[in-house]
């Protein structure tokens, strides 16, 4: 009975360089969303994935940003050529898709990236 | 295009009182959940209560109840007999249809004083 499965929990990296962050969410889960969240304030929507539906990537704050989702399981979120700003929380999380209502996404832990 | 807002950036309640906290939201879509998370220091999300935009009734949750005003486009979560371990952030979010994006507020920071 894993929960959402997120790796690192915590990245340290040098300005310029790229970083991979990775999503294993809840099996038969469907539906797969990425949040930043910077210190004390709200989840800035990334990316969604649904199925084999193409991602909705109108969050994405640059073109640095990329994610993917493979086999529509495990998903990484590559940030390349990091900036001090990427410095963030960054979560994942999962839900299934119930037919004709709504259920609770669940969330990881989330990966906290510092940029120095 | 869906937003989610939640004009309070922070409140303080006295233990064992209720408290009410804030949320509008806006779609043109007629099929909508809404749904409050809490945030505590440690970082976790932990979800309260979901309203589906179809549901007749408002939802409740043990403590927390969402006041629902479909009119209004709010929905407001209520917790009763506030507790020490209720300090934390508090996020509304709304999902569009059962297929949607999951989009958040910007958070209410709760504050519960013995």
């Known amino acids: 009975g894993a929960g959402v499965s997120q790796s690192p929990s915590n990245k340290v990296t040098e300005k310029g360089k790229d970083v991979e962050l990775r999503c294993d969410p809840i099996?038969?889960?469907?539906?797969l969303y990425w949040y930043r969240q910077s210190l004390g304030q709200g989840l800035e929507f990334l990316i969604y994935?649904?199925?084999?539906?193409?991602?909705?990537k109108s969050g994405l704050p640059s073109d640095r940003f990329s994610a993917e989702r493979t086999g529509g399981s495990v998903s990484t979120l590559t940030i390349q050529r990091t900036q001090q700003e990427d410095s963030a929380v960054y979560l994942c999380?999962?839900?299934?898709?119930?037919?004709?209502?709504?259920?609770?996404?669940?969330f990881g832990q989330g990966t906290r990236l510092t940029v120095v | 295009a869906q937003k989610i807002t939640q004009t309070q950036p922070g409140m303080f309640v006295q233990e064992k009182e209720a408290v009410t906290l804030d949320c509008t939201y806006d779609?043109?879509?007629?099929?909508?959940?809404l749904f409050w998370y809490k945030q505590p220091s440690s970082g976790e999300m932990i979800f309260l209560i979901y309203q589906g935009s179809y549901d007749q009734q408002n939802a409740t949750e043990g403590r927390y109840s969402l006041n629902f005003q479909k009119a209004r486009k709010s929905a407001n979560l209520v917790i009763s007999a506030s507790q020490l371990g209720d300090s934390a952030m508090y996020f509304c979010?709304?999902?569009?249809?059962?297929?949607?994006?999951?989009?958040f507020g910007k958070g209410t920071k709760l504050s519960v004083k013995p």
């Open positions: 999380a999962s839900s299934p898709v119930v037919g004709g209502g709504w259920t609770e996404a669940f």
């Open positions: 099996s038969g889960h469907t539906a």
């Open positions: 979010a709304m999902k569009k249809g059962s297929q949607g994006n999951l989009i």
């Open positions: 779609t043109s879509d007629p099929s909508y959940g």
């Open positions: 994935f649904q199925g084999n539906s193409a991602p909705d």
